[in-house]
Nanobody, 119 residues
């Protein structure tokens, strides 16, 4: 069982930056691929990006590529989402997720953190 807690969301102006954190419980953090997803009002949840178990590979949605960066810190059992050059269309609830087998299947989800980008 893995519990995930996101933090770092808030209100920011367009062009600004935020860093989201996702703290994972348990001693098997390195066994999980980690992903970030988001859901805007009235829209389906969408993939933002993911990082492999080792941290050696990262993957991003085209909409955030070049602006967002995912990293992980094994010593802190935490995965980060650095978001730069934010746009109003980035406004959403952001969720982190843990995948036991790959970046394509996620077994555990956090409760989400709100990110609002004003124009």
């Amino acid at each position: 069982q893995v519990q995930l807690v996101e933090s770092g969301g808030g209100l920011v102006q367009a062009g600004g930056s935020l860093r989201l954190s996702c703290a994972a419980s348990g001693r098997t953090f390195s066994s999980y691929a980690m992903g970030w997803f988001r859901q805007a009002p009235g829209k389906e949840r969408e993939f933002v990006g993911a990082i492999s178990r080792s941290g050696g590979s990262t993957y991003y949605a085209d909409s955030v590529k070049g602006r967002f960066t995912i990293s992980r810190d094994g010593a802190k059992n935490t995965v980060y989402l650095q978001m730069n050059s934010l746009k109003p269309e980035d406004t959403a609830v952001y969720y982190c997720a843990a995948g036991a087998t790959s970046i394509h299947v996620y077994n555990y989800w956090g409760q989400g953190t709100q990110v609002t980008v004003s124009s």
